[in-house]
């Protein structure tokens, strides 16, 4: 028994023994080829460097953030009503004027080769992100229409002339969009010519007059006012109701009263085209009066009645003096109408009989009433220009706006992850060599 422990501990101590002398091999092992496993290390290393600096290089760029500002930018829409298209930053038209602001004709750029390096990618906010994500996730189809986008640029010969083509995109493209999309709205000035008879020169302004109320009208800030000459939308209707109600009425007294006329025979047929209106006018209000005075005729009002409203199943209880009494107002009020018209005709019949093309004083009066007039429809028109355009450059110049300065950014953490991983490959696999190398050195000893 004790023999065969003692064979045990002695087995054991050759085995401490043995493991002691393979660790002085190794390190022997080691010193030997290290000038092996340095030049391994070296050269691993150089060539981690090297794909390290060439990622570097190849990942550095500049980028910059902007942001559209008008409300149909959430729907995917342009302000004109059109679909979007982020990718408008890169199209011929901008960067053409990059190249050509810039004067990099000569500098073999084109615009081929700036598009391949620029990037548009949409801003989707991370709770966005997770919204989409989880409603996918349930089948249910989910979309956002991103109203900022972050542009980047790769390095293109040199970081400073980077910054400069981005910066000079941003604001030639912020130019090219806005123009694209400005609202040009302008009302153009008459000038009148001497070949019209009087009532056309009263026909065009009152046309001119329409077409800046219709627009005045289509804005949706009726109390903007003008920083630069105090004028706003409401104070030019008001301008053009005085010229309407005022000026233009004093004319007309002057065409038909007096008869003034540059071709009696086109002004005769004028006034008749006139009078055949307000008689067709007059005859629907007769019409009316007719049919009122019909149900008058049938209607006798005794207590209240129940009457249907529009709704189905709703009763609604009506005193029947009081609806008696507003058939009565129409009635009234119709007939005066009537009357009026009347009147409108029988003037309208008088100056057709007065027409004539005389010189006298009143036609020398009316043509100079008409200059002012046309002169006074001209001035409405360029201060609604004027205030129109102060109103479309509001929007116009925020449509598209840079919300960061051009940064540039780099893939420096990737190189140094490349190095720092040839670095440990080439230790190792300098190790692996020169034991491989020792290992069939002993082999060929042996044999």
């Known amino acids: 028994m004790e023999e065969k422990m003692t ?7 050759v085995r401490e023994y043995e493991d002691e002398i393979d660790l002085v091999d190794l390190l022997k092992i080691l010193k030997k080829r290290a000038k092996l496993i340095m030049g391994i290390f070296l050269i691993t290393t150089l060539i981690a460097f090297g794909i390290g ?3 570097y290089n190849s990942g550095k760029r500049v980028s910059t953030i902007v942001s559209y500002n008008f409300n149909e930018i959430s729907e995917g829409l342009n302000p ?37 390096k620029i990037s548009v990618n949409p801003i989707v906010p991370t709770y966005i992100y997770t919204k989409i994500k989880s409603e996918l996730e349930k089948g249910i189809n989910s979309s956002f229409n991103a109203t900022a986008y972050e542009i980047e640029l790769k390095i293109i010969k040199d970081s400073d002339l980077t910054k400069k083509i981005l910066q000079t995109l941003v604001v030639e493209y912020s130019n090219y969009y806005s123009a694209r999309y400005a609202q040009s709205d302008v009302v153009p000035v008459i000038k009148m010519d001497e070949t019209y008879e009087y009532q056309d020169y009263i026909k065009v302004f009152k046309s001119k007059l329409k077409d800046i109320e219709y627009i005045l009208k289509s804005k949706n800030d009726q109390s903007f006012v003008s920083k630069q000459n105090g004028v706003g939308f409401s104070s030019i209707s008001n301008k053009i109701e005085l010229i309407r109600e005022v000026d233009i009425t ?13 071709n009696k ?7 008749e085209y006139r009078i055949k209106n307000y008689e067709s006018e007059k005859q629907k209000k007769v019409n009316e009066v007719e049919a009122l005075n019909g149900v008058l005729k049938l209607y006798k009002p005794e207590g209240n009645k129940v009457l249907m409203s ?10 029947p003096n009081e609806y008696y009494s507003k058939l009565i107002e129409k009635v009234a009020v119709a007939a005066v109408e009537i009357g009026n018209i009347d009147e409108e005709i029988k003037t309208l019949k008088e100056g057709k009989v007065k027409i004539n093309s005389s010189n006298g004083e009143n036609k020398k009066i009316l043509e100079a009433t008409l200059a002012e007039l046309e002169k006074d429809v001209n001035d409405v028109a360029i201060s609604a220009n004027e205030v129109l355009k102060e109103y479309n ?3 116009v110049t925020n449509y598209v706006k840079t919300i960061s300065p051009v940064n540039e950014m780099t893939n420096s953490k990737k190189a140094v992850m490349i190095i720092a991983i040839g670095m440990i490959l080439g230790l190792f696999l300098g190790v692996f060599v020169a034991f491989m190398k020792e290992f069939f050195a002993n082999v060929d000893l042996k044999n």
């Open 7 to 13: 064979k045990e501990i002695l087995k054991h101590e």
């Open 53 to 55: 600096i060439s990622k």
């Open 80 to 116: 004109d009503g059109s679909k979007f298209n982020p990718n408008l930053i890169i199209s011929n038209e901008v960067l053409n004027g990059v190249i050509k602001h810039l004067g990099l004709e000569g500098k073999e750029l084109n615009v081929v080769e700036i598009r391949e």
């Open 250 to 262: 004093r004319v007309q007294q002057y065409l038909v009263i007096d008869g003034i006329s540059k």
């Open 265 to 271: 025979e086109m002004a005769s047929k004028d006034l």
């Open 310 to 319: 529009g709704n189905a199943g709703t009763m609604l209880e009506q005193n």
């Open 393 to 395: 450059d509001r929007f």
